[in-house]
Every structure is written in C-alpha cells, then in structure tokens.
C-alpha cells in the first residue's frame, strides 16, 4: 500500500514539474519575442528618422514574416501609416537581401 501511494506522489510530482517547466518555456518565449518586437520597432524609427526626415507617421501594427511570405525572408515587418498622405507600407528587414 505504501508503495503504491509513493509512486502516485512521485508520478504527480512529475506531472507537475512538467507542467511547471513547459509554462517557463512559454513565458520565456514570450519575453524573447517581445524583446525583438520592440528591436523592430526600434530599428524601424531609425530607418524612417534617417531617410524621411519630415514624414508625420504613426506604427500600426507588427507582423511575423508568416504573415507575407511574398515579400521575402524577414522577423518582423512593421506596417507605418504615413499621416499626412494617409498611405500605410510596410517595413522589414530582409536577412537575405540585407
């Protein structure tokens, strides 16, 4: 009987550990992907500071590069609406063409 109850209880521990290090894997993979997200958002300010220095815009949304697999090889493409022409467009960096 004794046996019994200790591997039920070493079974549930496990069971739990588990659980507990596929939640870290998640979380883990949420700060890492939220840390790049906001690395395109960066780079992407830089590249519109440097080459459309009077353009008012405003960042809509981030995509993945699931989203437009025909625009090329890229993590994240940041689509910019162009305030003052209304007009949105997307910028990436593509790792191919660099």
């Known amino acids: 009987m004794k046996k019994g109850i ?16 596929i939640v870290l894997a998640f979380k883990i993979n949420v700060i890492l992907n939220n840390k790049e997200q906001d690395e395109a ?12 220095q009077d353009m008012n815009y405003e960042i809509q949304t981030i995509s993945s590069s699931t989203d437009f697999k025909h625009y090329g090889y890229f993590e994240h493409g940041i689509t910019v609406q162009n305030m003052d022409t ?3 467009f997307i910028v990436y960096y593509d790792k191919k063409m660099n």
């Open 41 to 52: 958002i960066r780079q992407t300010k830089h590249y519109l500071a440097e080459n459309y």
């Open 86 to 88: 209304n007009e949105s």
């Open 6 to 21: 200790k591997r039920s209880i070493y079974i549930l521990s496990g069971i739990i550990a588990l659980i507990f290090l």
